[in-house]
């Protein structure tokens, strides 16, 4: 798949998939305004134009990153594991993406929730994954 931020400074290239998961955690929910609609871009995810991106170490697990130039949110960077989760948005109206599973459940607030049936996880659950 290929994807580009908002100007075109970084293209983003990754396995297809068609798994998009959500994140209700706070930290996404502050850095995007609502949940993190994302797919796994797992390791082999290149990016051109990667002297325009910005990382934040976001947690002492997870780093964020995104274009300098526009500011569109690129990735979230999993330490532990060397695995990139890519905003779904990137990518354009990919036709077969599908939301599968939803990460933070216990933190989704009550002003939104989502109508497909899910694999769903707690923040426990999650950071037992990563070992936070």
């Known amino acids: 798949m290929k994807g580009s931020c908002l100007c075109g400074a970084v293209s983003v290239h990754a396995p297809d998939t068609h798994g998009v998961g959500a994140c209700h ?3 996404c929910r502050k850095w995007g305004g609502g949940p993190l609609l994302a797919v796994q871009g797992g390791k082999d995810v290149r990016f051109d134009g990667a002297e325009h991106i910005t990382r934040y170490a ?3 697990w997870a780093e964020r990153g995104f274009c300098r130039t526009c ?3 690129l990735f979230s960077f999993v ?3 060397g695995d990139y989760y890519l905003p779904a948005g990137l990518f354009g109206e990919q036709a077969g993406f599908k939301l599968e599973e939803q ?3 216990d933190r989704n607030p009550g002003y939104y929730s989502f109508a497909q049936e899910t694999k769903n ?3 426990q659950e999650f950071m037992a ?3 936070g």
């Open 25 to 27: 955690c706070g930290m």
């Open 58 to 60: 976001s947690s002492a």
């Open 71 to 73: 500011g569109t949110h």
């Open 79 to 81: 330490k532990p594991t």
């Open 103 to 105: 990460i933070f459940i």
């Open 121 to 123: 996880l707690t923040e």
């Open 129 to 131: 994954q990563y070992g």
